[in-house]
C-alpha cells in the first residue's frame, strides 16, 4: 500500500470551533488508523482575513487536544517563491495569461442569467502571455479540460463539474498579488506528498478545478473525503459569521468524545474521562467513516460545560 500522509490546513481567522475541530480529528483518525503521518499546514494566505495571534491559539488548541501533528508546522505565507514558480511555469506553457479586466468590464460581459452571481470568465485576456503595464490578475485556461472533470469522492461519491461552462478560466493569482488558494493547495499539497485529503464539504466544489490543476502540472492527485457540514441549530453552518463559539481547552476529553460521537463511531460513555490522548487512540482503532458515506449534514451536539 502507498505510504499515507494527510493534513490538516486551517486558515488562522479565528479559533477552532466545534466543526473545524471536528475536521481536525476525522483528518487525524484518518491517518493513524492507516499508519499515516499527519501534517498540520496553515494556510495564511490572505492576511485580511487572518487574525493576529490566531495560528498559534489554534496550534495551542490542537495541542491541547492531542492532536500531535507529525514535522514541521508549514505555512503558506512563507511559500510564495514556490507558488511564483509553478505560476511562471503554467505562463511558460501558455496554460496561464494575464487578466487586466476590471470588475465592471467583467459584469458586462455576464450573460443574462439571473440566479447566476459570478458567470464564467469570458477568455478576453486569453492571448494576453506577456506582462502588461497595469494591474492583473493571472488566470488558468480551461479550454484544454475534460468536460466534465469529476472526482471520486471516498464519502459524496463521484462529483463532477463542467469547468468550460460553470466555471471557466479561474484566477490563480490576484490582482492584489494574493495567491490564490486553489494554486497554493495544489502545490502544497504536491510538494508535502499528501495522499489523502479528510475536509469539509464546502471545499467539494472546488475540487474539480484543483484535479484539473493537478493534471497540467504533471502532480498525482489525492484521495479525498469530504466530510459533512456540522450545522447549529437553525441549520446553519458553524462558522465566525454564525459566532460558533471557540471550543474549550478545559474539557477536551469531553468534546472529544462528543466529536467521535458525532462522527458516529459509538464511543463507549466511560471513555470521556479518559485523556485526549487515550480516546484518539480509542478512535483510531474504531475509525470507518461509512456512517458519513452521503451524508451532507450533521447536527452539532449541544456544549456544555460542567463546572
Ligand atoms: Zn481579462
Known amino acids: 500500500m502507498q505510504n499515507y500522509t494527510g493534513r490538516f490546513a486551517p486558515s488562522p481567522t479565528g ?13 487525524y483518525l484518518d491517518a493513524k488508523h492507516n499508519n499515516g503521518t499527519w501534517l498540520v499546514r496553515m494556510d495564511d494566505l490572505d492576511p485580511p482575513r487572518e487574525i493576529q495571534g490566531a495560528a498559534d491559539n489554534i496550534l495551542s488548541t490542537l495541542d491541547a487536544y492531542g492532536l500531535h501533528w507529525d514535522g514541521e508546522v508549514i505555512y503558506q505565507s512563507q511559500r510564495h517563491d514556490q507558488y511564483e514558480a509553478v505560476i511562471q511555469s503554467l505562463l511558460t506553457k501558455g496554460q496561464a495569461f494575464y487578466c487586466t479586466c476590471s470588475r465592471k468590464q467583467l459584469a458586462e460581459h455576464a450573460p443574462a442569467r439571473e440566479q447566476q452571481i459570478s458567470p464564467p470568465y469570458p477568455g478576453t485576456c486569453r492571448k494576453q502571455h506577456a506582462p502588461p503595464n ?3 490578475s493571472i488566470r488558468l485556461t480551461v479550454k484544454g479540460a475534460s468536460h466534465p472533470v469529476c472526482i471520486n469522492d471516498q464519502l459524496q461519491g463521484r462529483f463532477c463539474q463542467n469547468l468550460i461552462t460553470d466555471v471557466g478560466d479561474f484566477i490563480i493569482k490576484r490582482k492584489d498579488l494574493l495567491y490564490a488558494y486553489h494554486l497554493a493547495a495544489v502545490a502544497d499539497d504536491h510538494w508535502q506528498n499528501i495522499s489523502h485529503v479528510v475536509r469539509g464539504i464546502d471545499l467539494l466544489d472546488s475540487t474539480p478545478r484543483q484535479h484539473y490543476l493537478q493534471q497540467l502540472l504533471g502532480y498525482n492527485t489525492p484521495h479525498y473525503a469530504h466530510l459533512p457540514v456540522v450545522v447549529n441549530d437553525q441549520g446553519q453552518k458553524l462558522s465566525k459569521q454564525t459566532f460558533a463559539k471557540a471550543i474549550e481547552t478545559t474539557q477536551c476529553n469531553r468534546t472529544l468524545w462528543m466529536a467521535l460521537s458525532t462522527l458516529d463511531l459509538k464511543p463507549p460513555a466511560s471513555l470521556q474521562y479518559e485523556s485526549p490522548e487515550a480516546i484518539l487512540n480509542w478512535g483510531a482503532a474504531a475509525w470507518s467513516p461509512k456512517a458519513l458515506i452521503n451524508v451532507t449534514r450533521i447536527n452539532s451536539p449541544q456544549i456544555t460545560i460542567n463546572v
Open 15 to 27: 479559533p477552532l470551533h466545534f466543526g473545524s475541530l471536528l475536521t481536525a480529528v476525522a483528518s
Open 134 to 136: 497595469k494591474p492583473f
